[in-house]
């Protein structure tokens, strides 16, 4: 008979052990699903956490990785570093009137809170919430200031959509830009601003296929008549 060591009930590291998966066969690596202390669960085999391989769900991994970004930053001060220069951006946008982008910013009366003036303390908020070399800084509300609980960090083609300068659209009970609505419909964006302004009702500018779309239809229908 084979007999395995039941660790249900055991920690290892962050991991809870929940229970066994699968059933007891020779040869065969035992699996156990976990309980995080972050929260997640996720299934790990039992040699893993037996030897400390795995001790959590992958977060501690984040953590360390980030808590290592922090200290390479801090340690050669940041400035030259591209979240530096966001920070620096930023704070030009909002208070410096020679700055180009100034009406935009600090001319409508948008300010940097006083916490991010010290660019430590915006630094560690970057890095602790998804700060990634690829993504802007992006205010949630574009009336409201710079502070932590109004901003995050999207990519560059998210951030467009949170323009000003876009137009909103509600429809089926969601408010988006219109650029969202096109990308969901696959209609041009032109298209659907033409229909609107040519009196067509939301519903139907957003909806309706378009020559190019049902010729498209149309033939691939054909296609598979012939297959």
Same mark, same amino acid.
């Given at each position: 008979?084979?007999?395995?060591?039941?660790?249900?009930?055991?920690?290892?590291?962050?991991?809870?052990?929940?229970?066994?998966?699968?059933?007891?066969?020779?040869?065969? !690596?035992?699996?156990?699903?976990?309980?995080?202390? #972050?929260?997640?669960?996720?299934?790990?085999?039992?040699?893993?956490?037996?030897?400390?391989?795995?001790?959590?769900?992958?977060?501690?991994?984040?953590?360390?990785?980030? !808590?290592?970004?922090?200290?390479?930053?801090?340690?050669?001060?940041?400035?030259?570093?591209?979240?530096?220069?966001?920070?620096? #951006?930023?704070?030009?946008?909002?208070? #410096?009137?020679?700055?180009?982008?100034?009406?935009?910013?600090?001319?409508?009366?948008?300010?940097?809170?006083?916490?991010?003036?010290?660019?430590?303390?915006?630094?560690? /908020?970057?890095?602790?919430?998804?700060?990634?070399?690829?993504?802007?800084?992006?205010?949630?509300?574009?009336?409201?200031?710079?502070?932590?609980?109004? #901003?995050? /960090?999207?990519?560059?083609?998210?951030?467009? =959509?949170?323009?000003?300068?876009?137009?909103?659209?509600? =429809?089926?009970?969601?408010?988006?830009?219109?650029?969202? /609505?096109?990308?969901?419909?696959?209609?041009?964006?032109?298209?659907?601003?033409?229909?609107?302004?040519?009196? /067509?009702?939301?519903?139907?500018?957003?909806?309706?296929?378009?020559?190019?779309?049902?010729?498209?239809?149309?033939?691939?229908?054909?296609?598979?008549?012939?297959?």
């Amino acid at each position: 008979m084979h007999y395995f060591k039941d660790i249900t009930g055991m920690k290892f590291g962050r991991l809870l052990v929940i229970k066994r998966l699968g059933a007891v066969k020779r040869g065969q !690596e035992l699996m156990w699903e976990c309980q995080c202390d #972050c929260g997640n669960k996720c299934i790990v085999k039992g040699s893993r956490l037996r030897n400390g391989t795995t001790r959590s769900c992958g977060c501690l991994k984040k953590e360390l990785l980030a !808590e290592r970004a922090r200290k390479r930053m801090l340690k050669h001060g940041g400035s030259k570093t591209r979240l530096y220069k966001i920070w620096t #951006c930023m704070k030009n946008r909002c208070s #410096c009137s020679s700055n180009t982008h100034f009406n935009c910013y600090g001319g409508r009366g948008i300010k940097v809170c006083n916490e991010w003036e010290d660019f430590e303390k915006f630094q560690l /908020w970057a890095i602790n919430n998804g700060y990634e070399e690829n993504l802007t800084l992006d205010r949630i509300d574009n009336d409201g200031n710079y502070e932590p609980s109004n #901003c995050r /960090w999207v990519t560059r083609k998210e951030q467009s =959509f949170n323009r000003r300068t876009n137009h909103i659209i509600e =429809f089926n009970g969601k408010k988006r830009p219109l650029g969202q /609505w096109a990308e969901i419909y696959g209609i041009h964006p032109r298209t659907i601003r033409t229909r609107l302004d040519h009196g /067509w009702s939301v519903e139907k500018a957003l909806t309706q296929p378009t020559q190019r779309k049902r010729n498209k239809e149309d033939q691939k229908g054909e296609n598979s008549a012939e297959d």
